[in-house]
Antibody
Framework: QVQLQESGPGLVKPSETLSLTCTVS??????????WSWIRQPPGKGLEWIGY???????NYHPSLKSRVTISVDTSKNQFSLKLTSVTAADTAVYFCACLMIRGADNWFDPWGQGTLVTVSS | SSELTQDPAVSVALGQTVRITCQGD??????ASWYQQKAGQAPILVIYPKNNRPSGIPDRFSGSSSGNTASLTITGAQAEDEADYYCSSRYNNGNHWLFGGGTKLTVL
């Protein structure tokens, strides 16, 4: 059973780069069973899909974030990571990593990490 | 439309049945999945396509879909079902994923 755990700084300055890591246990990040995903939730608001990495190097990002986002995999540590550049206060959110399952036209996110709050402030 | 629309809030009396809906054009092409999020916690999957329940989710949770609308039904709502519920679907161009704005369920 896959388990996910996010880690990274809880405070990032405006214009800098947000970097988070998701540690995977119970499966390998090289597995093609999952699309390794990031999702965020601003305080008091809804969920927003950020993007995923699949098959080690294939990525897909939300169109509104595509110019600022990079998702990558570290197979030696069984982790995948999120980098978001040029952050502003609007990027303040709880960031979740999750497994996206895609089975033809069917898709769902399960499981999710517990989430980590990142605040953008000087 | 590139959105999934949910009612912001719904209430139900303890033990009664409640339906939470999600509308969007993408639902004509892709089934919705549903997530429960309690305060301060991560979302958990409660319904996945095609209207299936993961292991450990009570059978009072069920899903259905018709046209551009997906529904989550809780038959015999319990106090512990009080939470925010989100639907999700692949966008109808297939390139990214959407979440509804969420429905806050209050069990009276």
């Amino acid at each position: 059973q896959v388990q996910l755990q996010e880690s990274g700084p809880g405070l990032v300055k405006p214009s800098e780069t947000l970097s988070l890591t998701c540690t995977v246990s119970g499966d390998s990040v090289t597995s093609d069973n999952y699309y390794w995903s990031w999702i965020r939730q601003p305080p008091g608001k809804g969920l927003e899909w950020i993007g995923y990495i699949y098959d080690i190097g294939r990525t897909n990002y939300h169109p509104s974030l595509k110019s600022r986002v990079t998702i990558s995999v570290d197979t030696s540590k069984n982790q995948f990571s999120l980098k978001l550049t040029s952050v502003t206060a609007a990027d303040t959110a709880v960031y979740f990593c999750a497994c996206l399952m895609i089975r033809g036209a069917d898709n769902w996110f399960d499981p999710w990490g517990q989430g980590t709050l990142v605040t953008v402030s000087s | 439309s590139s959105e999934l629309t949910q009612d912001p809030a719904v209430s139900v009396a303890l033990g009664q049945t409640v339906r939470i809906t999600c509308q969007g054009d993408s639902l004509r092409s892709y089934y919705a999945s549903w997530y429960q999020q309690k305060a301060g916690q991560a979302p958990i999957l409660v319904i996945y396509p095609k209207n299936n329940r993961p292991s450990g989710i009570p059978d009072r949770f069920s899903g259905s879909s018709s046209g551009n609308t997906a529904s989550l039904t809780i038959t015999g709502a319990q106090a512990e079902d009080e939470a925010d519920y989100y639907c999700s679907s692949r966008y109808n161009n297939g390139n990214h994923w959407l979440f509804g704005g969420g429905t806050k369920l209050t069990v009276l």
